[in-house]
Every structure is written in structure tokens, then in C-alpha cells.
């Protein structure tokens, strides 16, 4: 939506104009100013989707930084996407941005692996070898998604739908020799972290 522009109300000086914020005429003091607001004003709507280009390696690890700048403690975030498109690379951007400097792999085999940061547990998990829903349940793994550590999950929908929902859904494609990716927020959460992604 259009916002309207704010007007100020006019100063005591004896010349009685109203004065637009932002406008060529020079500043009154401070105190004469009262914002006022047109009362179609309406706030604009959260940015739930965002999709964006990642022309090489480093971009994917950038986006993952851009992402530790805004997760909070309990968060989930699902990664999608075909063998090679980057879902590691990612986390990887991830937590170097968190603070991590020690070696980062996929958990292809362990299915999970914990990093402990400065301000929060994060697990890392892959469920490419799972076959069915039934695999998620006998590893259990479900107490992991209760607690307030952030749950980055590589291959979620191996899991069917026994996987709690997430925050956060990013699903990365080949694109040329770059990759695609498309964020997608699922909560509250997720909404707030897309608004603070920069525009690519």
C-alpha cells in the first residue's frame, strides 16, 4: 500500500503553514512538530516468501550467514533439495557466522550433529538414508524438536509428516551453474526472519 505523506502541524512563528516531513523548508525546533498520520494508514504486510539467486559457493554460505543474524533459540529450519544444491554449504555459512571454526559435514550417517555456540545449541540433522516416517520414529529423535535448541534439518520430507513443522523452509535448486532458492516462513518466527533478510 501507499503510505500517504505525515505533515507536522504548524509552528507558533505567525506564518501558520504546515510543514511536510522531509520537505525543502527549513527546521523548526523540535518541540513545535506533532506528526500526524493520514488515517488510511496501514502497515504493510510481512514478507512471508522471498526467492533469490546464488551465483556460486560463497553465495550459498552467505545466505546462511544472513540467516544467523536472525534465528532465535527453539527455531526450525527445513532445508530441501536435490543432492548438490548447496543445503550443507549453507549451514556451513551458518554457523561460521555464529561463531563455529571447526569442521562442518553432513550427519548422513550419525543423522545429527550438535553445535554448542555462544547463545544456543544448534542440531544438525540429515535424514537422506531414511526410507519411511517409521525410521524417524524408531531413532528418537522427536525430543530434540521440544527444547530450545534451533533444528536445522537437511531431507525433512523423509520424514513424512511425523517431523514437527518448521519456521523456516528453504528449498535450493540448480540454476545454470548457480542455484535458486526460495525461503518460505511458516510461523511468526519465520515471518520476522524473512523481513530482515536483505534484498538480493
Known amino acids: 500500500d501507499r503510505l500517504e505523506p505525515q505533515f507536522a502541524t504548524p509552528c507558533p512563528d505567525g506564518r501558520g503553514k504546515h510543514r511536510e516531513i522531509g520537505g525543502s523548508l527549513s527546521p523548526r525546533p523540535a518541540h513545535c512538530l506533532h506528526v500526524t498520520h493520514s488515517s488510511h494508514h496501514i502497515q ?47 549451514v556451513r555459512g551458518l554457523l561460521r557466522a555464529l561463531g563455529f571454526r571447526g569442521r562442518v559435514k553432513s550427519p548422513t550417517y550419525s543423522l545429527v550433529e550438535l553445535y554448542v555456540l555462544s547463545r544456543l545449541h544448534l542440531y544438525h540433522f540429515d535424514f537422506y538414508r531414511f526410507l519411511n516416517k517409521k525410521e524417524w520414529n524408531d531413532a528418537g529423535l522427536s525430543e530434540y524438536f521440544e527444547n530450545e535448541g534451533v533444528c536445522v534439518v537437511e531431507w525433512p520430507d523423509k520424514a513424512g509428516d511425523a517431523i514437527p513443522p518448521p519456521d523456516l523452509e ?7 551453474k548457480g542455484r535458486h532458492v526460495r525461503i518460505r516462513a511458516v510461523s511468526e518466527a519465520g515471518n520476522r526472519c524473512v523481513a530482515r533478510l536483505p534484498d538480493n
Not at 170 to 176: D, F, P, V
Request: contains cysteine; positive net charge.
Open 44 to 90: 504493510p504486510p510481512l514478507r512471508t516468501h522471498r526467492t533469490m539467486r546464488l551465483p556460486n559457493e560463497a553465495a550459498t554460505a552467505q545466505l546462511g550467514a544472513q540467516l544467523a543474524a536472525c534465528i532465535a533459540p527453539g527455531m526450525r529450519i527445513y532445508l530441501y533439495g536435490e543432492l548438490g544444491t548447496g543445503k550443507t554449504t549453507l
Open 170 to 176: 528453504l528449498t535450493l535448486a540448480h540454476a545454470g
